[in-house]
Structures are given as structure tokens and as C-alpha cells.
T-cell receptor, first 113, second 114 residues
């Protein structure tokens, strides 16, 4: 079953603007991860935030986590055309023994040059 | 280069003809998993393996088999493929089942069953 729900489903911005994507989930989590997928290609791990963390940075990426609201956001600053891709959040269950990642449906980001 | 390698990248086959999609990782990862990705359904886990000789079902295991005889390899077997198994398949691995450092995905195998 889908745990992560992302918003918006699609986002189109100009190069240089910031892009914000949101993810909501339903159950308790160990961590939340963000992945990028270029069209038809494999997923690339971007950043992981643990349940006891509230904010994390990696280069132009900023991730926040609000466990009380069961939500996370991914901010890409100063976007580039190369950032055009689909972005997925994925959660690891708090009590899961399967190592399973549960993915959201993704946000498709288009960055126009 | 640390990576997960899947083969083939593309495959068109006929209903009922057994096929195997290979997956190999060179990172000494304990945990490996197979996902399928379908429009509107997202990524769904098929099977996973915690370690050598330890495998278990994910959310959509019907019609698939796996084996983990060596740590680096985790092939996905379709004994009798059907058109509803047409999909984009991904293999993933991580150092441990907790995925504390994220998961590494292969480039995908696009399978069409006619």
C-alpha cells in the first residue's frame, strides 16, 4: 500500500527558481528518504532524514521532517534544467522487519531553461 | 564503481516463456530487493533478501521467484510470464535492512510480455 503521498504531482518552474515538494505519510517511521528518477531510469538516493531529525541539508537540497504532522518537504534551491526529473519520498516503517521502502507516487519537476 | 547492475535493460518475450532478470551488486550489501514500477501504482516490492539464503515475499510476489545463493546476486525469475507482468523492474540493495545509508538502485529492466 502506498504510504507516501506527494504534492504537487507536477511542478514546472524556471531555471534559478526554488522548487518545493511535499510528502505525507501515514504510519510511524524510522527514516524518510528522497529519491530522484530521470525518465525511465533508476532511482538515485538524494538524502535521508531520521525520525529524530527535523532538518537536513545536502548541497542545494534541504529536507524537513515534521513527525507530528507526518510530513516532509524537499526544497531544491536555484534549480537547474538538469534537475528535471521525478522525485519520490520513501519511508521505512518504524516496526517493519522487511527493510521495505514504501514509495509515494512522486512529483514530476520540470525546470525550464 | 559501486553499483547495482541489472540485465537485460530491455526484454520483449511471449506469454509462458520462462525468463530471468539478473541483478548483481559489488558493494557487499546484505540486503537486496526487487520492485516493479507501474503508472499510477508507483513502486511496489516483489521480493527481498536479508542475506544469503534468506528471502521473503514483498507486496506483489505472485508469479515471481527469487534466489540468493551468493551475496552479490539476486536474480528475479518469471517461470511463466503473463502480460500483466509487463512493467519496469528495479533491483535495489543496501548495506543493511534498515537502509540507514539509503538504497542503491539498478538502472531498471523494461519487460514487455506479449
Amino acid at each position: 500500500s502506498q504510504q507516501g503521498e506527494e504534492d504537487p504531482q507536477a511542478l514546472s518552474i524556471q531555471e534559478g527558481e526554488n522548487a518545493t515538494m511535499n510528502c505525507s505519510y501515514k504510519t510511524s517511521i524510522n527514516n524518510l528518504q528522497w529519491y530522484r528518477q530521470n525518465s525511465g531510469r533508476g532511482l538515485v538516493h538524494l538524502i535521508l532524514i531520521r525520525s529524530n531529525e527535523r532538518e537536513k541539508h545536502s548541497g542545494r537540497l534541504r529536507v524537513t521532517l515534521d513527525t507530528s504532522k507526518k510530513s516532509s518537504s524537499l526544497l531544491i534551491t536555484a534549480s537547474r534544467a538538469a534537475d528535471t526529473a521525478s522525485y519520490f519520498c520513501a519511508t521505512r516503517g518504524g516496526s517493519s522487519n522487511t527493510g521495505k521502502l514504501i514509495f509515494g507516487q512522486g512529483t514530476t519537476l520540470q525546470v525550464k531553461p | 564503481e559501486a553499483q547495482v547492475t541489472q540485465n537485460p535493460r530491455y526484454l520483449i518475450t511471449v506469454t509462458g516463456k520462462k525468463l530471468t532478470v539478473t541483478c548483481s551488486q559489488n558493494m557487499n550489501h546484505e540486503y537486496m530487493s526487487w520492485y516493479r514500477q507501474d503508472p499510477g501504482l508507483g513502486l511496489r516490492q516483489i521480493y527481498y533478501s536479508m542475506n544469503v539464503e534468506v528471502t521473503d515475499k514483498g507486496d506483489v510476489p505472485e508469479g515471481y521467484k527469487v534466489s540468493r545463493k551468493e551475496k552479490r546476486n539476486f536474480p528475479l525469475i518469471l517461470e511463466s510470464p503473463s502480460p500483466n507482468q509487463t512493467s519496469l523492474y528495479f533491483c535495489a540493495s543496501s548495506l543493511s535492512k534498515t537502509g540507514a545509508n539509503g538504497y542503491t538502485f539498478g538502472s531498471g529492466t523494461r519487460l514487455t510480455v506479449v
